[in-house]
């Protein structure tokens, strides 16, 4: 038996051993502003009490109001960038493991975004530019649920010429070996994620790309469509997978049949099959791997314990990718993730302990 030990434990040590930069992310970064708000403030917006939406016009004077009326909390955000903060904060050690792409402005919100990415350890290599301020995020609260009204600003002027196609940029796309896209980056530079997931495709290499909302399966079909053949892990949830049903013709309203169709989608690297994960809030997640399709159930919590439900779904992205980095089964990717998103509910915005507590 005591020559076995020594096997042991150097496996333990091999599996633990999480590269720099090994997870990409690219996405739109936001500074949230998190507040509790009255059913009065969202009819006057005509905001719905859980959805997201991008600022249009009759939403500018919302933002200032928001700051006046109500008691507000700042945090880094962006759906993306809240999903490798978070699978940084599951692994803890080394520092850097998630690169993170995406423009802010030359503005007093970008130093507060850079700070919080340094304090999160994320390596935020960030496209500046002074024509538009810091792109920012309104959570509004009400009870459980929230109201996501972006206004993109600086988010959208992300330039692929500019920032992911410098040499020194696109190398630290090369040493990643996983990639994460949530779907709301489509609105603002399809090129750039395209290049991105045919990177990852042509290397063998993992990218998986997020729903994100219903409103980009919808009015984004078609760049939402030519990065599909690309995506080897989708994510998703059940109100974004209904919509994505629909828009793509599929026929049925059933969440498994509509993961089994997305996984049947065209794929370019034959090499992997695609993986669906929808999640449904309260009610178990559904995974197709392979000709399976699963249900895990989630972490149960009390109604009562449910403190923002903002940023679950980044959340469990994060935990997810957290063991997919660590080649962990698919399995302990889900618990992770469920673990991730029951960490984060029970806290005002996607903020989190310091240390995680996932065996």
Same mark, same amino acid.
């Given at each position: 038996?005591?020559?076995?030990?020594?096997? @042991?434990?150097?496996?333990?040590?091999?599996?633990?051993?999480?590269?720099?930069?090994?997870?990409?992310?690219?996405?739109?970064?936001?500074?949230?502003?998190?507040?509790?708000?009255?059913?009065?403030?969202?009819?006057?917006?005509?905001?719905?009490?859980?959805?997201?939406?991008?600022?249009?016009?009759? $939403?500018?004077?919302?933002?200032? +109001?928001?700051?006046?009326?109500?008691?507000?909390? /700042? $945090?880094?955000?962006?759906?993306?960038?809240?999903?490798?903060?978070?699978?940084?904060?599951?692994?803890?050690?080394?520092?850097?493991?998630?690169?993170?792409?995406?423009?802010?402005?030359?503005?007093?919100?970008?130093?507060?975004?850079?700070?919080?990415?340094?304090?999160?350890?994320?390596?935020? $290599? /960030?496209?500046?530019?002074?024509?538009?301020?810091?792109?920012?995020?309104?959570?509004?609260?009400?009870?459980?649920?929230?109201?996501?009204?972006?206004?993109?600003?600086?988010?959208?002027?992300?330039?692929? +010429?500019?920032?992911?196609?410098?040499?020194?940029?696109?190398?630290?796309?090369?040493? @990643?070996?996983? /990639?994460?896209?949530?779907?709301?980056?489509?609105?603002?530079?399809?090129?750039?994620?395209?290049?991105? @997931?045919?990177?990852?495709?042509?290397?063998?290499?993992?990218?998986?790309?997020?729903?994100?909302?219903?409103?980009?399966?919808?009015?984004?079909?078609?760049?939402?469509?030519?990065?599909?053949?690309?995506? %080897?892990?989708?994510?998703?949830?059940?109100?974004?997978? @209904?919509?994505?049903?629909?828009?793509?013709?599929?026929?049925?309203?059933?969440?498994?049949?509509?993961?089994?169709?997305?996984?049947?989608?065209?794929?370019?690297?034959?090499?992997?099959?695609?993986?669906?994960?929808?999640?449904?809030?309260?009610?178990?997640?559904?995974?197709?791997?392979? %000709?399976?399709?699963?249900?895990?159930?989630?972490?149960?919590?009390?109604?009562?314990?449910?403190?923002?439900?903002?940023?679950?779904? %980044?959340?469990?992205?994060?935990?997810?990718?957290?063991?997919?980095?660590?080649?962990?089964?698919?399995?302990?990717?889900?618990?992770?993730?469920?673990?991730?998103?029951?960490?984060?509910?029970?806290?005002?915005?996607?903020?989190?302990?310091?240390?995680?507590?996932?065996?």
């Amino acid at each position: 038996m005591a020559a076995d030990e020594p096997q @042991a434990k150097k496996q333990k040590l091999e599996e633990k051993t999480v590269s720099e930069n090994v997870l990409f992310g690219m996405g739109n970064p936001l500074l949230d502003i998190c507040s509790v708000v009255d059913k009065d403030f969202l009819d006057k917006y005509g905001l719905k009490s859980n959805d997201q939406i991008l600022a249009e016009d009759k $939403h500018k004077a919302m933002f200032e +109001e928001l700051v006046k009326k109500f008691k507000v909390e /700042y $945090h880094a955000g962006g759906s993306t960038q809240n999903s490798v903060k978070i699978a940084q904060w599951m692994i803890q050690q080394p520092h850097k493991v998630a690169t993170f792409f995406g423009c802010i402005g030359t503005d007093n919100f970008g130093a507060i975004l850079k700070k919080k990415a340094e304090e999160a350890h994320v390596d935020a $290599h /960030y496209y500046e530019q002074s024509e538009e301020p810091t792109g920012t995020c309104a959570a509004c609260i009400t009870g459980d649920n929230r109201s996501l009204v972006a206004n993109l600003a600086a988010a959208n002027c992300y330039k692929k +010429e500019n920032h992911l196609d410098l040499e020194e940029n696109w190398k630290l796309v090369e040493k @990643a070996k996983i /990639y994460y896209i949530a779907g709301f980056f489509i609105t603002v530079s399809p090129e750039s994620m395209l290049k991105v @997931a045919k990177h990852a495709s042509e290397n063998n290499k993992i990218f998986g790309l997020n729903l994100s909302a219903p409103f980009i399966c919808q009015f984004f079909k078609e760049p939402l469509m030519k990065v599909m053949p690309y995506v %080897d892990i989708l994510f998703g949830n059940e109100t974004e997978a @209904a919509t994505f049903a629909r828009e793509q013709g599929f026929e049925t309203e059933d969440i498994k049949e509509i993961a089994k169709k997305a996984q049947s989608l065209p794929k370019v690297n034959k090499k992997r099959q695609r993986i669906v994960v929808f999640t449904q809030g309260k009610d178990g997640t559904v995974v197709t791997s392979g %000709d399976e399709v699963m249900m895990f159930p989630v972490l149960e919590i009390e109604q009562s314990e449910i403190v923002d439900t903002n940023g679950a779904g %980044d959340a469990f992205v994060g935990g997810f990718l957290s063991q997919l980095v660590q080649d962990r089964p698919l399995e302990q990717c889900i618990r992770a993730g469920h673990y991730a998103a029951n960490v984060i509910i029970r806290r005002a915005g996607c903020t989190f302990p310091e240390k995680p507590d996932f065996h």
